[in-house]
C-alpha cells in the first residue's frame, strides 16, 4: 500500500465540493498527479496529488476533519 | 447602561485590541476561544476564557447558538464581534437581543439593510451620497440588464444582490458579453446565497478605493476622515494609508459630510466604514458598500486622529453619547499601515502556519504593530493567515513611508514566512512612493516580477 501524504496542516476535504462525489473511490484507477483529495490551509485550498500510481484503497481521514503536516490521507495498492 | 462584562467572540489580533481598549475602560473580558486556540494571545491577557468548539470556524466562532450560550453562561453583559466571523449577521444580534445582550455594533435592521446592495444604494441615494451609475432596484432578468446597461455605458458591473466580499462580480464589455453573463451571474448568485437578484453599475476604470470612518451613537454621527486602501491584491487591502493624499480638501469635506449624512439617516451606532470608488482624473466618488463593524485597518485612522476607535465603539454601543463634536476631531500628520501575514510572497503567497520562535518588535515614536504573537507559539492553520499590523505616522507620506522602511526593518518574526518582503519592496517602490497607483495595479506589478527583482 502506498500512502498519500498531506504536505500542510489543515482541513481535509474527500470532494470538492458538498454536492459533488469524493475525488476517489475504492477501486479507481489512480495516476501520478491525479488530485485525491484539497486541504484547506488559512482559507487557501491546495490540492492534494498522488505522486504514485495505483488503484485507489480508501481515504485515512475523514472528510472535513483537521490534519496536521505529514498525516496520511489515503491509501493505494500499487 | 455602560457595559461591564464583555464578551470576545473573535480571535487573533483584533481579540487582543479589544481586550486592551476593553480593560483600559475597566470592562471585564471574557474571551471565547476554539479548541486549536486555548494558546492563542487573546486568551492569556483575557480576565477569563471559555471554549466555544472544535477547530473547525464553522463550529465555533460561526456557530451562533454556541456563542450566544458561551455568552449568556458566561453572565457577558455584552459581545464584541471584531471583524470577520459574526460581525455582520443580523441573525446573530436577533438571537443576542432575544438573551438580553448587548451586542457592540449596530442593529440587526440596520446591518440588514446595510448588508443588501440595493437596499444600502437606496439608502446612500436618499441620504445624498453619489453613487456609481447603475440599476435602480434589483435585476431579475437579461433584458432588464440589458437596458439598463445601455443608459449607464459599457463596461458595466454585474454583481449578485446578496453577494460580497468581490464574489460572483463580472464585468462585461459590450452587450453580448452582458448576455452571456447575467445568465451565469444570476444562477451563481442563487447558489451561494440563495438569491438569484442581480445589480448593475457602470465599472470605474482604475479607480482609487476610499474609505471614511464614521461613529454614530443612534442620534448623532461623526467621521474620522478617510482611508486609501487601493492597495490589493485578490480584493484583499495589503497597505491602508490615512488620509488619502490624492483627495483635495473641498473633494475630501464632501466625502466626510454625505458619509455622516448617510450615519445619522440610519440612526447608526457604533463605528462604521462607507467604502467608495474614486475616479482620480474627475475626482468623483461614489459609495459602494458600507462595513457596519471595525475595520483591520482603523488602526491608521487612530494614528491619525488621536481617537481610541474600540473604546468609543464600546462606549456607544454602551447606550453612552458621541464623546467629541465633529470639530473636536482634527487630522494630523500621515499613517500607513501594513498587514504581515503567514504567507510567502516569493512562493505564490502560499500559506505558512509555522511556530514563532523568534520574534522582535520595532519600538519608537510613531510605529506600532498590532499582533498577537509571542515566543513558541504555534500559528493554527484554520484561520486566515494575518499575524499582524505594523503601522507607522509620520508629520508628512514621505516621511511615513520612511519611517514604515526603518520599521520593518526592525521586526523579525522568526520561523514563519511572512509578507514582510512585499511590504518593503513596496515601500521602496517609485510609485507607491509618488502616490501613483489604483485598485487594479498590485497584482500586475507582482506578475511583472518586481517582488522577486527587488529581493
Not at chain 2, 437579461?142 to 455605458?153: F, L, Q
Not at chain 2, 494609508?241 to 475630501?252: K, V, W
Request: proline residues 4%; hydrophobic residues 40%.
Amino acid at each position: 500500500m502506498a500512502q498519500v501524504m498531506s504536505p500542510v496542516p489543515g482541513t481535509f476535504y474527500t470532494q470538492a465540493s458538498p454536492e459533488e462525489p469524493t475525488y476517489k473511490s475504492k477501486g479507481d484507477s489512480v495516476a501520478v498527479g491525479d488530485t485525491i483529495g484539497l486541504v484547506e490551509v488559512m482559507k487557501t485550498f491546495i490540492e492534494i496529488k498522488a505522486e504514485t500510481a495505483g488503484t485507489f484503497d480508501s481515504y485515512l481521514v475523514e472528510n472535513g476533519a483537521a490534519v496536521t503536516a505529514g498525516e496520511a490521507l489515503a491509501q493505494l495498492e500499487e | 447602561m455602560p457595559i461591564q462584562r464583555m464578551f470576545i467572540a473573535n480571535r487573533g489580533e483584533i481579540a487582543v485590541r479589544i481586550i486592551h481598549a476593553a480593560q483600559a475602560m475597566g470592562v471585564h473580558t471574557i474571551q471565547a476561544y476554539s479548541e486549536a486556540d486555548a494558546d492563542m494571545l487573546a486568551v492569556r491577557l483575557a480576565d477569563e476564557s471559555v471554549c466555544i468548539g472544535p477547530a473547525q470556524a464553522a463550529q465555533s466562532y460561526l456557530n451562533v447558538d454556541a456563542v450566544v450560550a458561551a455568552a449568556k453562561a458566561a453572565k457577558a453583559d455584552a459581545v464584541h464581534p471584531g471583524y470577520g466571523f459574526l460581525a455582520e449577521n443580523a441573525g446573530f444580534v436577533r438571537a443576542l437581543t432575544a438573551a438580553g445582550i448587548t451586542f457592540v455594533g449596530p442593529s440587526a435592521d440596520t446591518i440588514d439593510r446595510m448588508g443588501d446592495k440595493v437596499a444600502a444604494r437606496q439608502a446612500a441615494q436618499s441620504a445624498g451620497v453619489p453613487v456609481v451609475p447603475g440599476s435602480k432596484g434589483r435585476l431579475e432578468t437579461t433584458d432588464e440588464a440589458v437596458k439598463v446597461a445601455s443608459e449607464v455605458g459599457y463596461p458595466v458591473m454585474i454583481k449578485a444582490a446578496a453577494g460580497g466580499g468581490g464574489k460572483g462580480i463580472r464585468i462585461a464589455q459590450n452587450e453580448d458579453e452582458l448576455r452571456k453573463m447575467a445568465p451565469q451571474a444570476q444562477a451563481e448568485a442563487a447558489a451561494s446565497f440563495g438569491d438569484g437578484g442581480l445589480y448593475l453599475e457602470r465599472a470605474i476604470q482604475s479607480p482609487r478605493h476610499i474609505e471614511v470612518q464614521i461613529m454614530g451613537d443612534g442620534k448623532d454621527a461623526v467621521h474620522y476622515f478617510e482611508r486609501e486602501c487601493s492597495m490589493q491584491r485578490r480584493r484583499q487591502k495589503v497597505w491602508e494609508e490615512a488620509g488619502a493624499a490624492c483627495l483635495d480638501e473641498e473633494t475630501r469635506k464632501h466625502l466626510c459630510d454625505t458619509a455622516v449624512s448617510l450615519a445619522k439617516a440610519v440612526n447608526y451606532v457604533g463605528a462604521g466604514t462607507l467604502e467608495y470608488l474614486y475616479d482620480g482624473v474627475t475626482k468623483e466618488f461614489f459609495f459602494i458598500e458600507m462595513n457596519t463593524r471595525i475595520q483591520v485597518e482603523h488602526p491608521v485612522t487612530e494614528m491619525l486622529t488621536g481617537t481610541d476607535l474600540v473604546q468609543e465603539m464600546i462606549h456607544v454601543c454602551g447606550g453612552g453619547k458621541l464623546r467629541q463634536q465633529q470639530s473636536d476631531i482634527t487630522r494630523s500628520g500621515h499613517a500607513i499601515e501594513v498587514r504581515l501575514n503567514a504567507e510567502d510572497p516569493l512562493m505564490q503567497f502560499m500559506p505558512f502556519p509555522g511556530q514563532v520562535t523568534g520574534l522582535t518588535v520595532p519600538e519608537g515614536k510613531g510605529i506600532r504593530f498590532d499582533h498577537f504573537l509571542y515566543e513558541g507559539y504555534q500559528i493554527p492553520p484554520f484561520y486566515d493567515s494575518l499575524l499582524g499590523k505594523l503601522i507607522v505616522h509620520a508629520p508628512d507620506r514621505a516621511a511615513a513611508i520612511d519611517l514604515m522602511v526603518t520599521a520593518l526593518e526592525g521586526l523579525e518574526i522568526e520561523g514563519v514566512k511572512t509578507t514582510k518582503p512585499l511590504h518593503l519592496a513596496l515601500a521602496n517602490d517609485a510609485a507607491v512612493r509618488a502616490d501613483d497607483f489604483h485598485t487594479q495595479w498590485l497584482e500586475p506589478w507582482l506578475a511583472a516580477g518586481n517582488l522577486t527583482s527587488t529581493r
